[in-house]
């Protein structure tokens, strides 16, 4: 774990309001607001135009969104921090402010379902391609890049793949290209993993996960180190004569993210807060859980292989242990013998819980091949790595015991 847990906490505690609460309020309270009125309209139009940090409408601003945007910017240390709706918003927004017809991104096949589809089919309608390549081998993303990339995209640890890709080997090939470094760190939380500490420029997570406090709600988090030279970026380089490092938050905010309307809503934002005080508390015990039931399950009779990055043994637990230590998030995978193995396996459970989602207070169990995966064919899906053999399991907050007993009675 990171020794930074009691400073993140700290930070999230002190985190102060922008403007005092007339009650006294421990809690943030809900804007459940769209407007917000004006003494004259001379301060409105400053605030419309940007001069003054008052709230206008809520769809760009609003007093709760923001209180949340100001811890994760306490505890992440960003220059600026965007809440939307969703991961997949999140996305959306980053690769629409950074991407114009005729960009490309190179990234991995090893993509959660609905990232890669919004890379093949959304984005590639608008004439933006996507340069698949494999992360873990520098040659191949440096071959990859030329002078119309605007991003390297990836995910920290892939899911349900569990690939982990050198970080800061791939932040020194964008450096050296000119290009931004855009990952997706959902499966560590801020608590436990610094992205700016391994030369992410862009860090997507989605808060629906850890930082909800057990699936309450739906939310996205676009985090801005403030760290990259527009300048060199084939869209934004004109608004970087004026904005220098700050061009991408100026971008999304002033424009994409209130354009397409996918800000967080209050009673979100609400929910969040509150999940991310103990944020760090149920990581612990969800990774300390996870490792453990990883270690006990990969002795089992019937299992063929368990994939957890903090497994001597696993093909990337040197790579995982320099960037993740020892308890790289609160998922793993394994395989059975087959299709038929898994869902007969998934029938049994009786405490774990069929669904998906990840990082919830209850464990879940999925089979990614017929849910998340179930759109693309046989041949994309071996592409991208996703066996019919594989569970994935999320580890939640129960006591590991149970967990066991549950897998070793369905696995029976």
Known sequence: MNNDNQSCNTKIQLTPYAKPDAYGALSMPVYNSAAYEFETAEQMEEAFAGRTSDHTYSRITNPTVQFFEDRVKAISGAYSVTALNSG????????????????????????????????????????????????????????????????????IITNPQMEVADLKALSAIAKKAGVPLVADTTIIPFCAFKANDFGIDIEIVS????????????????????????MASPKLHVVAKEFGKTTFTVKLRKEIHRNLGAYMTPQVAYMQNLGLETLSLRYERATKTCKQLAEQVAGLK????????????????????????????????????????????????????????????????????????????????KEMNVSDKTIRISVG???????????VQAIS
């Open 88 to 155: 997949m918003a999140a996305i959306s927004n980053v690769l629409i402010t950074l991407a114009k017809t005729g960009s490309n991104i190179v990234t991995s096949r090893h993509l959660f379902g609905n990232t890669y589809s919004f890379f093949v089919s959304t984005l590639a309608a608008f004439g933006v391609e996507t340069r698949f390549c494999d992360l873990t081998t520098p040659g191949n993303v440096e071959a990859k890049i030329d002078e119309n990339t605007c991003a390297i995209f990836l995910e």
């Open 207 to 230: 808060s629906t996960k850890y930082i909800s406090g057990g699936a309450t709600s739906l939310g996205g988090l676009i985090v801005d180190y403030g760290n990259f030279d527009w």
């Open 302 to 381: 019937g299992i063929e292989s368990v994939n957890y990055t903090a497994l001597p043994g696993n093909k990337f637990f040197e790579i995982s242990q320099t960037q993740f230590g020892d308890h790289p998030g609160a998922m793993f995978t394994f395989n059975l013998t087959s299709r038929e193995a898994c869902f007969s396996f998934m029938n049994k459970l009786k405490v774990i819980r069929r669904a998906t989602n990840l990082f919830d207070n209850k464990s879940l169990a999925i089979h990614p091949a017929s849910t998340i995966f179930g759109g693309f064919t046989e041949a994309v899906r």
């Open 397 to 407: 907050l129960e006591n590991v015991e149970d967990l066991y007993a549950d897998m």
